[in-house]
């Protein structure tokens, strides 16, 4: 099956830098990639996706990069706000199923 | 309905007690996921519905868990004989026929004392 791995654990950043998360997937058929914010007692909500056929995509401050040869993809948030701290999870989807990274913890000081 | 629904939020229970945890996907999500969070942890796969059926129960973790689904719609999570190591959160997924994200519901928190 999938396995999905998911670095750093934990991420402290000032705010307004940037916040850099890569996970590494191992099947080569996995073909879609969310990441889910989970803030403290919420449940995991989708922030951004990719697909197999795309590099990169962008939503405001959110942004997932995919490379597929090296079957990896990371997230980045620019200009971090405190309101960007939660805990996020990559995912990756082999046929109907997600496989989830063991998730980032994210601070973002003031 | 507009979102995942699950039932009860919160469930303490005594060890060695049944439990039976709800999940109300979104109408016309065929698929149906439920995964464990144990505290501080990541989301641990259970067993995913494509409508009534089950095809995978692979995550299920002994003969204690079972789940069934009615209707293409509800589905239930039932833990027989309960142990403290079942403390955690269940958290059930619906999707459009698996080909997407999943939407969560906000869990079930269950506690074993």
């Known amino acids: 099956g999938e396995n999905v791995e998911q670095h750093p654990s934990t991420l402290s950043v000032q705010e307004g830098d940037s916040a850099v998360i890569k996970c590494t997937y191992s099947?080569?058929?996995?073909?879609?990639f969310p990441w889910y914010k989970q803030e403290l007692g919420k449940r995991p909500q989708l922030i951004i996706d990719?697909?197999?056929?795309?590099g990169e995509k962008k939503d405001q401050r959110i942004a997932v990069t995919l490379n597929k040869t090296a079957k990896h993809f990371s997230l980045h948030i620019t200009e971090t706000q405190p309101e960007d701290s939660a805990v996020y999870f990559c995912?990756?989807?082999?046929?109907?199923?997600?496989?989830f990274g063991a998730g980032t913890t994210v601070t973002v000081r003031a | 309905g507009a979102g995942v629904s699950q039932s009860p939020s919160n469930k303490v229970t005594e060890k060695g007690k049944d439990v039976e945890l709800r999940c109300d996907p979104i109408s016309g999500h065929t698929a149906l996921y439920w995964y464990r969070q144990s505290l501080g942890q990541g989301l641990e796969f259970l067993i995913y519905f494509q409508g009534n059926s089950a095809p995978d129960k692979s995550g299920l973790p002994s003969d204690r868990f079972s789940a069934e689904r009615t209707g293409g719609s509800v589905s239930t999570l039932t833990i027989q004989r309960t142990q403290q190591e079942d403390s955690a959160v269940y958290l059930c997924a619906s999707s459009f026929r698996g080909q997407d994200g999943y939407t969560f519901g906000s869990g079930t928190r269950l506690t074993v004392v």
């Open positions: 990719i697909r197999s056929n795309v």
């Open positions: 995912a990756a989807r082999d046929d109907y199923k997600l496989s």
């Open positions: 099947d080569s058929a996995s073909n879609y």
